[in-house]
């Protein structure tokens, strides 16, 4: 997930966690209510690829019903108990969601498998269902992808990130089943027309490890408290290069993501012949500055005056 290097640090931009639960539970009663029908055509049709779609459906509800619960948990408090947020577990959500995406591709891969060798024409009474709620299907969850979407944009974060792109996931795969069903019923008089139907399970398929694997790459490296971007990193050694007469010397450099917010650790020696009001001064000036270009930003100065063992020095970069 990429972040922004300019613009205020205290997050102007950012959307109320209310209105990200409000979404996601939105997405999780529009998902619950065409599954249900979903269900019910896949029965009457016959057809693998709605099977596929019904376990693929029942799996994404777990997902956003996980991040329905990391989202409410957030919003109900939480800010006393944990100093540094919920990021990991928002991240960890992130990363279920990518795995439910990636079980789902097996069922389908399966699915498909043993059509191909055991073909079946799909009844037409239940495929005409299915078009119908595929239909819808194709609608909702399109406006809940770009509705995501534009919550992520303006206040980019694990949980967001996924939910849009499984709704994109959902989006396109549901067309994939529409365009099936309306080949097996058009071309039924051709003995082929069989395989339209587990031949599409496979587009399912695709797109479930796209945004599976997308999913757990962008969320793994946060959860692992992995250092920022060297993107990042150069704005940081730019603004100390900026107050270097500053400070006396630098010892280090900390730094992580907790969910869509970073904190940084920034270790400075500082003349000893200087008052701490002096110091203290110092110390704001630089941290403003960070938090004015690093978005989302948490940045502590730490007086020190020994290198900080594990702690890597960036002072390598600062011609």
């Not at 209310?18 to 997405?27: C, G, P």
């Not at 376990?55 to 109900?76: G, H, P, V, Y």
């Not at 795995?99 to 498998?113: D, H, T």
Request: negative net charge; glycine residues 6%; charged residues 20%.
């Amino acid at each position: 997930m990429t972040h922004g290097i300019t613009g205020n640090g205290g997050g102007d931009s950012s959307v109320p966690p209310r209105e990200k639960e409000r979404m996601v539970f939105t997405s999780l009663a529009v998902d619950a209510l065409l599954w249900i029908p979903d269900i019910i055509a896949a029965v009457l049709a016959g057809s693998i690829v709605l099977y596929a779609d019904v376990l693929k459906c029942a799996n994404e509800i777990l997902a956003t019903f996980f991040a329905w619960l990391t989202l409410r948990k957030i919003t109900r408090g939480g800010a006393a108990t944990y100093d540094y947020g919920m990021g990991k577990f928002e991240t960890s959500t992130s990363i279920i969601t990518g795995v439910v995406m990636f079980v789902s591709l097996a069922f389908v891969f399966y699915s498909a498998i043993y059509r191909i060798e055991f073909p079946e024409p799909i009844r037409t009474n239940g495929a005409v269902l299915g078009i119908v709620f595929m239909s819808i299907g194709v609608c909702a969850n399109s406006w809940l992808w770009h509705k995501n979407h534009r919550l992520a944009m303006i206040d980019p974060s694990p949980i967001m990130d996924s939910q849009w792109r499984l709704f994109r996931t959902k989006a396109l795969s549901d067309l994939s089943v529409l365009v099936a069903l309306i080949l097996s019923i058009g071309l039924a008089g051709y003995s082929w027309s069989s395989y339209i139907d587990p031949l599409a399970s496979f587009v399912i398929a695709g797109f479930l490890f796209f945004s599976g694997y997308r999913v757990i790459k962008s969320s793994l490296p946060d959860l692992l408290d992995k250092t920022l971007d060297e993107e990042l990193q150069i704005v940081i050694v730019r603004e100390l290069a900026v107050f270097f007469d500053d400070y006396h010397a630098l010892h280090g450099v900390r730094s992580r993501h907790s969910g869509s917010d970073i904190y940084i650790e920034i270790f400075l020696e500082f003349d000893g012949n200087k008052k701490m009001c002096e110091v203290q001064a110092t110390i704001d000036r630089i941290k403003s500055s960070l938090e004015q270009k690093i978005v989302k930003s948490s940045v502590s100065i730490v007086p020190t005056s020994t290198r900080v063992c594990g702690i890597e020095d960036p002072s390598q970069y600062i011609q």
